[in-house]
């Protein structure tokens, strides 16, 4: 395959600008589909990102983009970009893997995911399905079934999970934005990790119709890019309500992209306490870069964090144990033993553990909503740490040897809890891993959040770094 260079080259680069030059005719739809599909071919193959590659379906949605203009029709805001998702949505034709081994004997899906289609419907074009954490209960981006996603920064480091392979394939620069799902942290880690924008939207915010659950009153979906304005415009074309997701909220979204630049001081304050140990320097030095950028220069708590993180742990292993129940007595032998043991232990709590757990999530989301009656923006660590090495087990925090899989995870679950809206913005750290931040706002401001992603990018503090594949 012959590669157009000046594809390769918008590919690269910010998908608006990408989708600007598909509009005009400076390059079609098809040569930017065929560069991204070289170097799908040359890359992934380290980072093993992808477990699908939809290349008929990604050449005819482009030749279908250079036809409408052609003759002379409108196209969309996303016109001509590659895209891909997590497995967990559904890709018309493919069955919807979720990670695991079981799902492969699923018939294939007969529709896309709604986001899918509204992606579609603004003429970005899908490359595939991406790899991820079996059944979504994962932080690393390590799957038994297909492997491990490997770090764009350095190849023998974690992803994050379990959103792994969408942080993968935008962070290495095979696609300029990807989806994934964000239950306890599933985008804000692999945005963390793998060094590129995160935005898990408030709890109902984006259609979860036709997507594979994991925890119904936790699940989020959301958007990954290397650019903030091109996460909003992404984040955009995804809003709208559908009467096929019934956990979706009746709430207006604020159009997002006009606002990005909006005058107007944000007042911004930085979360202490919880958020303020048991991380690493790189961790502190990324929130106190941003707090300066920001104008922050209050610390304020918010109380019984630690409690909240372990009564989001009881209702994510009880109400995960009920989805796969059925699963766990047919086929126990097809999951991953680690998803398993877990599940189980979620099947035997006791049922008053998560009536508590539930009476103390709405206790905790009103102090939280308390802080944003005086703040617009709360600033906290994405992780404790940059990314661990592949396989690692255990890691150090705050003095003492603590197991990895489960505290990745110790600032994004009870944010995740209480379903706010959160920002991930990647800080360079001068090491060759990232780290990032959480840009947390109040219930259905997204658009704030990503205000503030925005002065941190302008600032030159936050932004994507040249993956080394």
């Excluded at 984006?206 to 119904?216: E, I, K, Q, T, Y």
């Amino acid at each position: 395959m012959t590669v157009d260079p000046e594809a390769a080259r918008l590919l690269a680069g910010p998908a608006l600008e990408l989708a600007a030059a598909v509009s005009s005719g400076k390059v079609s739809a098809r040569a930017v589909a065929e560069a991204a599909l070289h170097r799908i071919a040359g890359v992934d193959p380290v980072l093993n990102a992808f477990t699908d590659v939809t290349t008929e379906r990604a050449l005819a949605e482009a030749d279908a983009i250079d036809a409408a203009r052609a003759a002379g029709r409108a196209l969309g805001p996303l016109a001509g970009v590659p895209f891909a998702v997590k497995n967990l949505f559904d890709l018309k034709g493919l069955p919807t893997l979720a990670g695991s081994k079981i799902n492969r004997d699923r018939p294939p899906a007969a529709r896309d995911a709604t986001l899918v289609e509204r992606l579609s419907a603004a003429g970005a074009v899908c490359l595939g399905g991406l790899s991820m954490g079996e059944y979504a209960y994962d932080f690393t981006g390590e799957n038994l079934h297909d492997g491990r996603s490997a770090n764009p920064h350095d190849p023998e480091h974690m992803t994050g999970g379990s959103s792994g392979g969408s942080g993968a394939a935008v962070g290495g620069k095979l696609v300029p934005f990807s989806l994934g799902s964000d239950t306890n942290g599933s985008i804000r880690v692999p945005s963390s990790f793998c060094g590129i924008f995160g935005l898990k939207p408030t709890y109902g915010r984006l259609s979860r119709a036709r997507s594979f659950p994991f925890v119904a009153s936790l699940d989020h979906l959301g958007p990954f890019a290397r650019h903030v304005g091109d996460l909003a415009a992404t984040y955009d074309a995804l809003v709208g309500l559908d009467p096929d997701d019934p956990a979706q909220a009746d709430r207006p979204a604020a159009p997002t992209l006009p606002t990005l630049d909006a005058p107007g001081d944000l007042r911004v304050a930085v979360l202490g306490g919880w958020f303020a140990r048991q991380g690493t320097p790189q961790a502190y030095e990324a929130v106190a870069r941003a707090a300066k950028a920001l104008g922050a220069t209050r610390t304020v708590d918010l109380p019984e964090v630690e409690r909240a993180r372990a009564a989001a742990y009881i209702i994510t292993m009880a109400e995960g144990a009920a989805l796969h129940m059925e699963r766990l007595r047919q086929r126990p032998g097809d999951f991953d033993p680690a998803v398993r043991e877990r599940l189980l232990a979620g099947a035997v709590l006791p049922g008053a553990w998560v009536q508590r757990a539930q009476i103390f999530r709405r206790w905790f989301r009103e102090r939280a909503l308390e802080l944003f009656a005086e703040w617009d923006v709360l600033i906290a660590p994405a992780t404790p740490v940059p990314a661990p090495r592949g396989g690692q087990k255990t890691f150090v925090l705050d003095g003492r040897e603590m197991l990895v899989r489960p505290n990745i995870g110790i600032y994004t679950q009870p944010i995740s809890f209480i379903g706010l809206p959160v920002a991930a913005a990647p800080i360079p750290t001068g090491e060759r891993l990232p780290i990032a931040v959480q840009l947390i706002a109040t219930p259905w401001r997204e658009d704030v959040a990503l205000r503030a992603a925005r002065v941190l990018e302008k600032a030159g503090v936050a932004f994507a770094p040249e993956p080394v594949v």
